[in-house]
């Protein structure tokens, strides 16, 4: 048995990780799950947006699989998500965004998996005025030799390990020339390790236009985590976007999987949050803990239902279904 955290969050979150969890369930897979909360909906019961008993859950037990999360104003953080990221140094973002099937999208056989490093950069929200009359602002991007081998060596040992033919690593080098200059130059040295793995470099506005015209060119992208943040969503862009793509934040010894998409406060309770991308999310988990039989089981089940079954489907992706529908439709197949 597995012992799994389990944060459903705000918002849509609850709902979907239902949807989420009762598949696993029907897919029999064997998970114990520590349900403990975050966010916004804890901050107003507690004051604190992630109590310390979940902090000391996450400790002992490593894994996580959470539902979109509210940052409530004035709670003292920039983001609840990237203080969870850095607290337990999960510092690669792994975002897959993958055609699937009867899912709008002008493109089709998109299979990019992109690396994020999530601790460094500009998002350690290291900034200050310059004077008093807060009229002139600076903020300071941190990139260091150790953080960007740890993601490089990420993303070469994933497409070594799983078939993938070229990494390229995204950049902007020859404006920032010590950041991601220096992502540039380890990138450089870790590709040689990995001689039967294509390395590409590209600028990341060339990189961003390259990508609208033809992304099925790509394979593993790696880059800093500002440049990771903006191109991983534009990439969900081409599948169709973040409804249908999953997240995965893991570091040495502990992992974080994810919806990235917000916890949708308009439509919390309709019934009509689409569940897929947590799914996905959770099916990087059972990879991630050696359940990859389960995990390919229920993605066939979701393409079965993505293909045969659309009315059961949210109408976000053009279904006129619930989420219920949704989840009943994936389990009916897992059963059968």
Known sequence: ??????????????????????????????????????????????????????????????????????????????????????????????????SVPNVGSRFSGVDIVLFRENTQGLYIGKEHWVDDAEKHAESIAVVTEDASRKIITAAFEYAKKNGRKKVTLVHKANILKLTTGLFLKVGEEVSKNYPDVEFQDLIVDNMAMQMVLNPNQFDVIVTTNLFGDILSDLASGLVGGL???????????????????GSAPDIAGKGIANPIALLFSALMMLEYIGENRAAEKIRSAVYAVLQDHKEDCTPDIGGSGTTESFTEAVCDILRD
Do not use: C
Request: aromatic content about 6%.
């Open 1 to 98: 048995m597995h012992n799994i955290v389990k944060i459903p969050g705000d918002g849509i979150g609850t709902e979907i990780t239902k949807s989420v969890t009762d598949i696993l369930e029907a897919a029999k897979v064997d998970i114990n799950w520590i349900e403990v909360k975050a966010g916004e909906g804890v901050f107003k019961e507690t004051g604190n947006p992630i109590p310390d008993e979940t902090i000391e859950t996450i400790e002992k037990h490593r894994i996580v699989l959470k539902g979109p999360l509210t940052t409530p104003v004035g709670a003292g953080f920039r983001s609840i998500n990237v203080a969870l990221r850095q607290k337990f140094n999960l510092y690669s973002n792994i975002r897959p965004a993958k």
């Open 243 to 261: 409804g249908v793509t999953g997240a995965a934040n893991i570091g040495d010894d502990a992992a974080m999987f994810e919806a990235v998409h």
